[in-house]
């Protein structure tokens, strides 16, 4: 007895003999398996709730969004304040084998250069150390010196501060050795120096009528008057306004999806789409901030910047996904 072909049984044999004419049970004609992908095990499942016509999507056009990833052209998108703050602070201490450590190391460094600072100052003031050391002039090119140090070492590691912090968001797994790694370091430092120039600019505006204000010769009547207070208001508010707007342009450069233009032209469009939810954002934080700085002595920074840093990434990240 032979076993009846794949597709129908026994049965299926009987019935069609006795009504030919397909009456009774008819089986339907049997196709063999294709790579088709109706005939895919997980056809119409890709892992969370998309549609089940997913499998036909142009690989081109959608496949990064089912990723959870969009393209660097995309427009940037809304942010939620909220859930970075609740996710930065949790890796702070998730990841404290590197974040709490990084926040020490940069606990550290301020307290150097602060006590340089102070001794510089205080050789100024000691009029001993002034004829040992040449005289004030000479501090006060210590002091420049100092001050400038500070600025290029902060100027050059910003960037990799910044990328390790995205690469967190990217991957849970980020540890030490992800520190150098990726870094558009000049690309960076360019958008870097491009927003501090404007901001100069803006602070320039802001409190030039005061300098002329205060100047030797200026007549007290005159010291505010109503043009000086409307180019103040002006500037004050530009600053504001510019220190939302340029907030994301840094990350944009550090992250190496964009070139500098581009770095400004999303970070401007992030600042833009989410103006009033960072402008509140950057008040409250600022606030709070000041207030833990002076109850805990400072010692809050070995938290705050690390924290800060992933807040941030990870707003930046919810507007503009990764790439890779």
């Known amino acids: 007895m032979t076993n009846p072909p794949r597709g129908h049984n026994a049965d299926d044999n009987s019935n069609s003999k006795e ?7 008819q089986q339907q004609p049997f196709y063999p398996p294709s790579n088709h992908p109706e005939d895919r095990p997980e056809f119409g499942y890709q892992g969370s709730e998309q549609a089940a016509y997913g499998a036909y999507s142009n690989p081109g056009e959608s496949s990064a969004q089912h990723n959870g990833q969009v393209s660097a052209q995309q427009e940037p998108g809304k942010i939620n304040i909220l859930e970075a703050i609740s996710w930065g602070f949790a890796t702070t201490f998730r990841n404290a084998k590197l974040w709490i450590v990084l926040g020490l190391i940069v606990f550290i460094g301020i307290i150097a250069a602060v006590a340089a600072q102070i001794a510089v100052i205080a050789s100024i003031a000691d009029p001993g150390t002034l004829e040992e050391t040449g005289g004030e002039l000479f501090s006060g090119t210590v002091s420049d010196v100092i001050t400038l140090g500070i600025v290029l070492i ?5 960037p990799y501060f910044y990328r390790l912090a995205i690469f967190q968001v990217d991957d849970a797994n980020t540890g ?4 150098w ?4 370091l000049l690309r960076a430092i360019g958008v870097m120096l491009a927003v501090s120039i404007v901001s100069g600019i ?3 505006v802001a409190v030039s009528p005061l300098g002329r204000a205060f100047s030797d010769g200026a007549p007290e009547s005159n010291s505010f008057s109503a043009s000086g207070i409307a180019m103040m208001l ?3 508010v530009a600053m504001v306004a510019w220190s939302v707007l340029s907030m994301f342009m840094s990350w944009a450069a550090v992250s190496g999806q964009f070139g500098f233009g581009a770095s400004m032209k999303t970070g401007w469009g992030i600042g833009w789409t989410n103006f009033a939810k960072l402008l509140l954002f950057a008040i409250v934080a600022n606030l709070v901030v000041t207030v833990a700085l002076l109850i ?9 910047v690390p924290a800060w840093s992933l807040v941030t990434a990870h707003m930046f990240r919810q507007a503009v996904p990764s790439t890779a």
């Open 19 to 25: 009504n030919p004419d397909g009456g009774g049970s």
């Open 154 to 158: 902060t100027l050059v590691l910003t």
């Open 176 to 179: 030490w050795g992800y520190l």
């Open 181 to 184: 790694k990726d870094t558009p």
């Open 202 to 204: 803006l602070y320039f």
């Open 234 to 236: 002006i500037g004050a």
């Open 296 to 304: 805990s002595f400072g010692l809050v920074l070995i938290v705050v």
